[in-house]
């Protein structure tokens, strides 16, 4: 069986976005508990020459909700520079695009398949087959940026660890394990991950 441009697009985005959103969460947790102005982290990065963890969230959103708008449209430019967020505003910047990403129906996704995506930037212009824009481009950047969001914080000291970034993975009953054998849910996957973290 084939996977679905919606399971490859939209299924991943809403494991991945409630992830990061945890990680932000514990971020402002963190802060709070050791007295840490959290607007601090918005200019954060991993090395001084590598943008911020507000451009990486504001490109997190890019290629992800953007992604499947420009995919509908036909076109796409690059991130949008002129936004300016506080942490807070910055979290629920993330959080709204989840909602309206979870809006997004299979039919609506799958019919976009065999279509053209232009990426327009300055006087670059890239042009992709629907498959390829997200195979190639859309996707690759959408996974570095949700990395790179992680590391960021990492790096400030935020406890997040593997259980914070890969949340709450689809698993499927198998007809070939025997029935005495537990088959746990993503859910419980998630639960044995943070036990293992630790408090």
Not at 100 to 115: A, H, M, Q, V, Y
Not at 175 to 181: E, Q, Y
């Amino acid at each position: 069986m084939s996977i679905t441009l919606y399971q490859s697009t939209v299924i991943s985005y809403l494991q991945i976005i409630p992830s990061i959103l945890r990680c932000l969460d514990k971020g402002r947790k963190f802060c709070l508990i050791n007295d840490i102005d959290r607007n601090e982290y918005v200019n954060a990065s991993l090395y001084t020459d590598m943008l911020s963890l507000h451009f990486q969230v504001i490109a997190l959103v890019h290629f992800s909700e953007g992604a499947l708008n420009g995919a509908r449209d036909g076109v796409i430019a690059g991130p949008d520079m002129t936004l300016a967020f506080s942490y807070d505003n910055l979290q629920n910047y993330l959080e709204k695009s989840l909602k309206r990403i979870e809006k997004w129906k299979p039919e609506d996704i799958n019919t976009l398949s065999g279509g053209e995506v232009l990426f327009k930037y300055n006087e670059m212009v890239l042009p992709f087959s629907t498959e390829d824009f997200f195979c190639t481009y859309a996707t690759p950047h959408f996974y570095f940026r949700a990395t790179l969001i992680y590391s960021i914080l990492r790096s400030k000291g935020v406890p997040v660890g593997i259980a914070d970034y890969i949340g709450i993975v689809k698993t499927t009953q198998s007809s070939h394990i025997p029935s005495d054998k537990r088959q746990y849910s993503g859910e419980e996957y998630l639960q044995f991950l943070d036990q293992l973290a630790g408090p």
